[in-house]
């Protein structure tokens, strides 16, 4: 066999693209995985520690059988690995009684038969003092919530994956590809010219340029995280502290219990995040979202409202309607593309890798995919 021919090359090893080339590893199958940069970089949508893992969806209960098989999978992963991937700490959606998110979520359980609790502001300063809440706010709570650690868990699959045999080339990325007459695909990098069967594109906010059709659907954004000094860290760390989503005046915001950096993490707002070209390479977060960032520790989680240890900028394409693309390219079904999750993907990583894996094996899917198709937007 030619030594630059694959059964499948995948474009971009982070979250999804690292499961992928696991689950088609493991599948015997001969995996390239090209990624733009060095393993774990923090250049795109999947460093700075952690991403919560929630099982009722006030996105849509169309996501929750995806993300059940994504917590099956995590655990599965963490175990084969060695590694802990999966923390379950219990997850709060908290917002404004009758503002929508807390009862989509509340029916997203019902629908799905989700263990879930419905909380007032009294009993969620009880139980977690770290808050203080403006009156009339609400909570779910989901015992099953909780955390992956997310450049933990691309480790963990880039290393199972090679393991089983396949090839990760990073600081290479692909510069252009195109569809042969046999029905495969070659791929150009800077380094060479790869032959394949089949195309994995899970390349986040450079995923329009290896997906033309994209560029007037999708925007590349930059939203910050930090990290910051907690007066009362009792009141924040694993094991007391949940993974929550607030809503408040100043945005929707996302925070962790204290886990491996000794500051706290929030993360936010979801809807300030700023468009960008993923070409440049400053990520620092703009100032304006840190002083929210920093507007809502004060007023909400003032014991952790300390000065900032580390700030981040978190960079990932974006979808008018806020949901995920997952699709073959249009007129080339030996290629197929997961991408443009909209800041919520990270969670589904383990199963969006394993749905790739079967859409390049057989064209199909156990899960309906009808919702994440690229044909919506065509009106």
């Known amino acids: 066999m030619n030594s630059n021919s694959y059964d499948v090359i995948v474009a971009g090893v982070g979250a999804m693209g690292s499961a992928a080339c696991w689950h088609l590893a493991q599948r015997g199958l001969r995996v390239l995985g090209l990624e733009r940069f060095d393993l774990g970089h923090t250049m795109g949508s999947s460093h700075g520690l952690t ?4 099982l009722a969806y006030f996105e849509g209960s169309k996501y929750v059988p995806i993300v059940q098989r994504a917590h099956e999978l995590w655990q599965k992963t963490g175990d084969e690995a060695g590694l802990k991937l999966l923390h379950v700490t219990g997850s709060l959606d908290l917002a404004p009684a009758g503002s929508g998110e807390v009862e989509a979520s509340l029916q997203s359980c019902l629908d799905h038969g989700l263990e879930h609790e419905q909380l007032d502001g009294q009993e969620i300063a009880r139980r977690f003092p770290g808050f203080s809440l403006p009156s009339g706010h609400i909570g779910l709570w989901q015992p099953g919530g909780g955390f992956v650690a997310s450049e933990k868990a691309i480790f963990a699959h880039v290393g199972l994956a090679q393991s089983r045999g396949a090839e990760i080339r990073t600081n290479e990325p692909m510069l252009d590809w195109a569809p042969t007459a046999d029905g495969g695909v070659t791929v150009r990098t800077a380094r060479g010219t790869y032959s394949a069967g089949r195309l994995v594109i899970t390349s986040g906010g450079w995923i329009a340029d290896a997906v033309p059709s994209l560029a007037r659907t999708v925007t590349t954004v930059r939203q910050a995280i930090g990290w910051f000094t907690t007066r009362k860290p009792e009141l924040y760390r694993e094991g007391v502290f949940p993974v929550f ?78 949901d995920f693309i997952i699709d073959s390219v249009p007129g080339v079904p030996q290629a197929v593309f997961a991408s443009c999750c909209s800041g919520h993907g990270f969670k589904f990583a383990s199963a969006i890798g394993e749905i790739l894996a079967d859409l390049s094996d057989s064209g199909r899917s156990r899960f309906d995919l009808a919702p994440f198709s690229l044909a919506r937007f065509a009106a």
């Open 245 to 322: 989503i607030l809503t408040v005046e100043e945005g929707h915001f996302y925070g962790f219990p204290l886990y491996e950096h000794p500051g706290f993490k929030l993360g936010g707002p979801h809807f300030g995040r700023e468009p960008m070209d993923p070409r440049e390479d400053d990520r620092t977060p703009s100032s304006r979202q840190v002083e929210l960032i920093r507007a809502c520790l004060a007023r909400y989680l003032p014991n952790a409202a300390g000065e900032p240890l580390t700030l981040k900028g978190c960079v990932y394409s974006v979808t008018p309607d806020e």
């Open 51 to 54: 991403r919560i893992i929630r």
